[in-house]
C-alpha cells in the first residue's frame, strides 16, 4: 500500500485505539504477573514454615524414641500439606511463565516504516 495521507488520516483513530488496547493489555498482563509473584512468595513462606514444624515434628519423635515416623498422622498431614503447596506453587509459576511480557516482545516493522524504507 502506498503512503498515502488521506488513509492515513482516515485510520489514525483506528491507530490510536489500537495502541491504547495495547497498553491496556500490557499493564492487565504486568498487574497479573505482579499478583501471581505474591502469591507465590506467599505459598514459598507458608511451605518454609511447614517444612520448620516437620523437622521440629521429627525431633520431636526422635527424642520419643518412636520407632517408626510413617505411622505418625500429624507428620503425615504436614508432609501432605507440603506436597500440596509444592503442586501449587508449581502451577502458579507455569501460569507466571506463560504470561506474555510486552518487553521481551520482538515487533516487526509496520507497512508505514517499510513504505518509507523504499522511498528513502
Known amino acids: 500500500m502506498a503512503f498515502n495521507w488521506r488513509y492515513n488520516l482516515k485510520h489514525i483513530g483506528d491507530h490510536f485505539i489500537g495502541l491504547v488496547h495495547h497498553t ?3 499493564a492487565t498482563d504486568s498487574s497479573k504477573a505482579l499478583f501471581l509473584t505474591y502469591d507465590i512468595k506467599m505459598l514459598q513462606h507458608k511451605r518454609d514454615l511447614i517444612s520448620g514444624s516437620i523437622g521440629a515434628r ?3 519423635l526422635i527424642k520419643e524414641e518412636t520407632a517408626d515416623l510413617s505411622k505418625d498422622t500429624l507428620l503425615s498431614e504436614q508432609i501432605a500439606k507440603l506436597n500440596s503447596i509444592d503442586n501449587d ?3 502458579l509459576m507455569a501460569e507466571k511463565n506463560n504470561i506474555r511480557n510486552p518487553f521481551n516482545v520482538k515487533k516487526s516493522q509496520c507497512e508505514c516504516t517499510n513504505n518509507c524504507v523504499e522511498k528513502g
Do not use: E, N, P
Open 24 to 26: 491496556a493489555d500490557a
Open 58 to 60: 521429627v525431633t520431636v
Open 89 to 91: 506453587i508449581a502451577g
